[in-house]
């Protein structure tokens, strides 16, 4: 089992910045790749960005390249995501999220940390 422990979240006007870390516990040692999904009011849970717990790649959905930035420290077993140029619609619940294996589903979930940003 991996334990995942989301903070950082918070409420910040538009244009603001906010930094998300993700901690995890457990067996880290069978993560593949972990995830920043949100969902906001009303709307579909979406990945946001990932990033191989290994080699370090990344990748990001087009609304949010150039202002979010997903990085590990895989000594402290934490994942952070570096939120700028926020906008309203980036509005959301964020979780973490990690899986196993290229071809599994994301299996660990945090519990979620609220991001406000007002217009």
């Known amino acids: 089992q991996v334990h995942l422990v989301e903070s950082g979240g918070g409420f910040v006007q538009a244009g603001g910045s906010l930094r998300l870390s993700c901690a995890a516990s457990?067996?880290?040692?069978?993560?593949?790749?972990m995830g920043w999904f949100r969902q906001a009011p009303g709307k579909e849970r979406e990945l946001v960005t990932a990033i191989s717990w290994i080699g370090g790649s990344t990748r990001y959905i087009d609304s949010v390249k150039g202002r979010f930035t997903i990085s590990r420290d895989n000594a402290k077993n934490t994942v952070y995501l570096q939120m700028n140029s926020l906008k309203p619609e980036d509005t959301a619940v964020y979780y973490c999220?990690?899986?196993?294996?290229?071809?599994?589903?994301?299996?660990?979930w945090g519990q979620g940390t609220q991001v406000t940003v007002s217009s």
């Open positions: 457990g067996r880290t040692y069978s993560i593949y790749e």
């Open positions: 999220a990690a899986r196993r294996d290229y071809a599994s589903q994301y299996d660990y």
